[in-house]
């Protein structure tokens, strides 16, 4: 029997490691796929995460890249599972945009989910399954800052639908999580940027003073619900976007 496989990309930050753990439980040989990775690890164990997870460099910007990397996913097994994690923040004012942040959010964030499940659909097969990690920037206009983030994932979850659409005949599902805010420490630059500071523990209080549950969310809280979206209990559900925020969109 075929060992069946998961590609979990930016698997090396803070939410893909817990998704990686989670899929592991779950039965999968999961790939972690990451800019971070050297080139020279790929294929080893990663020696921080669980038995089951194998390392590969990946940029998604760049095709032959991705192409390289769903090969090596496809020598360990059927590839039944995708979970486009890669993303970058370049949070700032529209006056302060770059011409590299532009093409870096829009061709990381959109570009390169689009760019991986164009190599991996010629492998997946009937009941296979992919989700793409949104944004409640999506959802909402209020982060300072946060437009051209906010846009690139609001541009992903349209992806999802018409991918869902289009994959539909051939029995693939293709969903998206759009987590609120997650306490992955040190906090990003540009976190700190939307919440107008220049420390973790001020910027946590200005955020988590947004979220109706009062706390910030934990990225193994993200691993169930990727979980749960590529497993067969979501067997009818496709072009979903879940949201996992505290109640951000609703307050």
Not at 18 to 35: H, T
Not at 44 to 63: E, F, N, S, W, Y
Not at 178 to 183: D, H, N, R, S, V
Request: net charge negative; aromatic share 6%.
């Amino acid at each position: 029997m075929m060992a069946k496989v998961a590609l979990v990309t930016g698997g090396t930050g803070g939410i893909g490691r817990r998704i990686n753990e989670r899929l592991v439980q779950d039965g999968y040989a999961v790939v972690a796929a990451d800019m971070a990775v050297e080139a020279s690890d790929n294929g080893k164990p990663a020696g921080d995460q669980p038995a089951g997870v194998t390392l590969h460099r990946i940029d998604v910007m760049d095709q032959t890249s991705v192409d390289a990397c769903i090969a090596y996913c496809t020598s360990l097994g059927e590839l039944r599972a995708i979970v486009n994690c890669a993303g970058i923040l370049r949070h700032g004012y529209v006056e302060d945009l770059t011409e590299e942040a532009i093409n870096t959010v829009w061709q990381t964030n959109l570009g390169g989910a689009a760019r991986v499940c164009k190599a991996a659909s010629p492998h997946l097969t009937s009941g296979a399954s992919i989700v793409n990690i949104s944004s409640v920037t999506a959802w909402i206009g209020r982060m300072p800052g946060g437009s051209l983030y906010g846009a690139s994932k609001a541009a992903l979850e349209a992806f999802t639908r018409y991918l869902a659409s289009e994959m539909a005949p051939r029995g693939i599902r293709v969903n998206a999580l759009a987590p609120g805010f997650i306490e992955v420490l040190p906090m990003s630059p540009s976190m700190r940027f939307i919440a107008n500071s220049d420390n973790d523990e001020d910027a946590i209080k200005w955020l988590v003073s947004h979220v109706p549950m009062a706390r910030m969310g934990q990225p193994e809280e993200m691993a169930g619900p990727v979980s749960f979206l590529l497993s067969d209990d979501a067997s009818y559900i496709t072009g979903h976007v879940l949201l996992a925020d505290g109640g951000l969109v609703t307050a």
